[in-house]
């Protein structure tokens, strides 16, 4: 079994490491970064994902932005230990991550990443979205949580008010969840003796 927890400050040093671990030297001068430089994080879905033995396997964290006047959730960044990836560990953070979203009730989110993995968690190529350059447009993707919420909204992305931005009368955020490790689920599913 994993747990995912909503990162505090004690996590931090060891997410820094992971990202550091994950992603090429030099990451915080990509430009997404410019969106992210001294606007706080929307703390509830900045989750880590800890084994059995409370060892860091991955991390994710989300930025407010957005577009004109609406407000959009920047996913990112996601990493898994390069010991685990290809385990489903980072579809896990991903679905848990976009399900405590809905629950916030937020609309629409928007990363910058590859189609072919993210496609699988219903993430479209936004092709009116500008993210700062130099951004390659192909790598510009959306979701929308709530139906059409990513319909007319068009144009250059920014930063968000130093405020946090969570919708207004949002349930309160879910705390830890234990989640059984892909591997486990996919042994259940195949196993007949499970259902006697
Ligand atoms: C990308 C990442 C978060 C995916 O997490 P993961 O736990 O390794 O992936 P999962 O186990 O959930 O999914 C594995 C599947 O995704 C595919 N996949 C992983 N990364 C991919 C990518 N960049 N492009 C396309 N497919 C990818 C795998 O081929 C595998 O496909 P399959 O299900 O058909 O076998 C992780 O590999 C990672 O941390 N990579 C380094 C950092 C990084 O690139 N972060 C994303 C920045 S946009």
Not at 34 to 61: K, Q, S, W, Y
Not at 62 to 90: D, F, K, S
Not at 108 to 135: E, I, K
Request: proline share 11%; hydrophobic share 40%.
């Amino acid at each position: 079994m994993f747990e995912i927890c909503p990162e505090t400050p004690a996590d931090e040093p060891e997410v820094e490491a992971l990202y550091d671990l994950c992603f090429a030297p030099g990451r915080t001068a990509l430009s997404s970064y410019r969106l992210r430089d001294g606007v706080p994080r929307v703390a509830e879905l900045c989750l880590v994902l800890r084994d059995p033995g409370c060892t860091l396997m991955a991390a994710i964290r989300y930025w407010p932005a957005r577009i004109g006047r609406r407000n959009l959730l920047l996913l990112g960044p996601i990493a898994v230990h390069p010991t685990a990836q290809g385990e489903g560990l980072g579809g896990l953070l991903m679905r848990d991550s976009l399900a405590r979203a809905r629950r916030m009730r937020f609309s629409r989110v928007l990363l910058v990443g590859d189609a072919p993995y993210y496609s699988r968690f219903g993430f479209q190529r936004l092709d009116d979205v500008l993210m700062p350059p130099p951004t390659n447009p192909d790598r510009v993707l959306g979701l929308e949580l709530r139906p059409g919420a990513w319909v007319g909204v068009a144009g250059q992305v920014t930063r968000a008010p130093a405020a946090p931005t969570t919708p207004s009368h949002a349930p309160v955020a879910q705390p830890c969840a234990t989640v059984a490790s892909p591997k486990e689920a996919a042994h259940d599913t195949i196993d007949p003796s499970a259902h006697r």
